[in-house]
């Protein structure tokens, strides 16, 4: 299992968002239906990338961060996600 929390402009806010999620598909999911709220159809969450951000000693995550090409950051994970 792992988290994700979305990009906001701080990490109290951001912090606020975060779902814990068991696959890479339930994450895609999810993050597609709330894009598609945005801009129907505009987007396939399936190709986001995860890739390596850093570690975070404010919250104590093994940061990944989350992007979609063509529209940029969505948010981050608190470790790598494999499925």
Do not use: A
């Not at 779902?19 to 987007?43: A, C």
């Not at 969450?45 to 975070?56: M, W």
């Not at 989350?66 to 969505?74: I, M, Q, R, S, T």
């Amino acid at each position: 299992m792992f988290e994700y929390r979305k990009h906001r402009g701080s990490l109290s806010d951001s912090m606020k968002t975060v779902q814990e999620f068991d696959t890479r598909s339930g994450l895609v999911e999810y993050l597609q239906n709330d894009i598609d709220k945005l801009m129907p159809g505009e987007y396939n969450c399936r190709e986001i990338t995860i890739k390596p951000y850093g570690f975070d000693r404010r919250i104590g995550w093994d940061t990944h961060i989350v992007c979609l090409d063509g529209y940029g950051v969505l948010g981050f994970t608190n470790m790598e996600v494999i499925t």
